[in-house]
C-alpha cells in the first residue's frame, strides 16, 4: 500500500470563526489582493477586519466561473497593486480564481502555459503567493484542493491548473457565511458536496485516509442536506453541510474523481450550466451505469461493494443495497428541485461531442470501470 495525502497548510473550522483572516493574512503582508464574488458588498466585514489590521486591499470581483483571462488579468492586476497575499471570499469560482492568481503570481507565464489536456502542461515549479481561502457555500471544498478549474472560452472546456504548490496556507470555514444561501444554491452546491464525497469513495485512488473522511461526510450530508435546503437558518445542518463541502475537498485532493466530473467539466465548459446542478443532475445515472457495468463485465471489482456502503450511509439502512442508493439520490435531486440538461442547451445532437471529450478528461481515469462510449450516451439521454 503507497498513497500521498496534501491538504491546506491550516485549516480553521467554525461558526464566527471570519475574524481570523485578517491577522493570519497581516502576518504574510501589507497588501492583499481580495477576490470576491458579485455581491461585493458579503465582504465588507472581511474588508473592515483586514483594515483594522492595517491592511491595503485591493478588490477583484469575479461575477461567474473563472476563465483563462479572468486569472491572467487578476495576476496582472495583483502585481501592479504589489499584493504579497491573496484572500478568497465567495463560492468555488472565486476560490478557484484566487488560487490561478496566485499561483501565477509566482510562476509568472499565463495559464495555458500550465493548463493540461489543452495547454503545454508545464509544470508549476514556484509555491504560489500566499492564499487565504474563505468559502460562504458548502458544496466544491475548493479551499482545500490544489487545481483551480478555469473555463477556456477558446476551447469550450474547463480544465485544471494542478500542482501540490497552489495548496491554500490557509483555509478558514465559517458555517454562518453559508446561511445566506437560497435554496437553489444550497441544492446544487450541497449535491455538489456529496458528488465529491461519493466520486473518491468509488474511485480507483481511493485510500484509508479519504475512505475515513467521505465515510463521515456522506453521513453528514445523508442527514443534513435536505435539511438545510428546506430550512437555511437550520444552524446544525448548515454546519454539517459545511464539514461535508470541506470533507469532500479532503477527499477529492487525495483520490479522484470519476465519470460526472468527467462530465461535468466539458459541459460546464460548453454551456451556460452551473457546476453543481451539472453534478446533481448527473449523479444518479452514473451510480446507476457504474453498478450496472460492473455487475455485467467486473463482478469481482472491489469497488462494487461500495457502492453498497454508500447506499448504506446515505439510507441508514445496513440492508441497502446499491440499487437502494441510487434510488435515494434520484429521489433527493426530484425533492431538489433540480433540473435537467436540456434547460441549458444540452441536446442529443451535442452527444458526440461530449462522450469524445468526456472520455478525454482526467476525472475519467478515477472511474472505477471504464465506460463506453455507448454508456455514456446513455447517462446523457437520462440527464437530458
Partial sequence: MRFEFATATRIIFGSGTLPEAAPLAASFGTRAFVVTGHDTKRAAALLEYLSAEGMKATVLRVTG???????????????????????????????????????LMTNGGEPLDYLEVIGQGKPITKQSAPFIAIPTTAGTGAEVTRNAVLASMEHKVKVSLRSPLMLPRVAIVDPELTHSMPPAVTASTGLDALTQLMEPYVSIQANPLTDAISHQGLARA?????????????????????????????????AKLGAVHGFAGVIGGMYPAPHGVICARLLPFVMETNVKAMQSRAEDSPFLPRYADVAQILTGDAEATPADGVDWVQTLCSQLEIPGLSEFGVKKTDFLTIVSKTQNSSSMKGNPIKLTDDELSQILDQAI
Avoid: C, H, Q, W
Fill in 222 to 254: 445523508g442527514r443534513s442536506l435536505r435539511r438545510a435546503y428546506e430550512d437555511g437558518t437550520d444552524v446544525s445542518a448548515r454546519e454539517d453541510m459545511a464539514l461535508a463541502s470541506l470533507m469532500g475537498g479532503l477527499a477529492l485532493a487525495n
Fill in 65 to 103: 466561473e473563472p476563465t483563462t483571462s479572468v486569472a491572467f488579468e487578476g495576476a496582472k492586476k495583483a502585481k501592479e497593486a504589489r499584493s504579497d497575499v491573496v484572500i478568497s471570499f465567495g463560492g468555488g469560482s472565486v476560490i478557484d480564481a484566487g488560487k490561478a492568481i496566485a499561483a
